[in-house]
């Protein structure tokens, strides 16, 4: 294994892209009926591949993290949401989340952001420590906001001041 390096995505990442987001949610991460086994498209109009990060280990895409504007008004500039964080199965453990977070406060720096937010499931542990140890904290606890297999699941929105 070599050294695992970001990038923006180009077009040419959307099939391995697609294949991260259709095997690595599950329902205590993501929102199952949002990756139904038949979508064949990654990227969309609003989430394209300059918004997106890769991940990437000598041409092997491992992992990707969306980063958009939050608003799309003057008020709301300086403040940008990370809406998706995903690392393949077979890169988990390697640091890439992590590797991830970095490049996103740097590209956040780059462009001028005074912030970044994020929203995670009350049930993805594993994932809120990892924003913890990136500086994010907790700043709102959205109860029973989502019915996912048949439970309630909190969303808890975090943020990281730059």
């Excluded at 996103?104 to 952001?113: H, K, L, N, S």
Aim: charged share 25%; aromatic share 6%.
């Amino acid at each position: 294994m070599g050294e695992v390096t970001v990038r923006r995505a180009v077009e040419g990442d959307e099939a391995a892209l697609l294949a991260i987001e259709l095997t690595v949610w599950d329902a205590s991460s993501g929102f199952p009926s949002m990756t139904p086994a038949d979508k064949d498209a990654f990227f969309n109009e609003r989430s394209g591949p300059d918004a997106h990060l890769v991940a990437e280990d000598d041409g092997e895409v491992l992992g990707y993290l969306r980063l958009q504007d939050k608003y799309t008004f003057p008020e709301g500039d300086g403040v940008l949401s990370i809406n998706g964080v995903a690392v393949a199965k077979q890169a988990q453990g390697r640091g890439v989340g992590s590797i991830l977070l970095t490049a996103a406060t740097e590209e956040g720096t780059r462009r001028g952001a005074r912030k970044i937010t994020l929203n995670v499931h009350g049930t993805n542990t594993v994932a809120r420590r990892l924003y913890e140890r990136h500086g994010y904290v907790l700043e709102g606890t959205h109860p029973r906001e989502f019915v996912i297999e048949g439970q309630y699941v909190d969303k808890l929105t975090l943020a990281k001041d730059l």
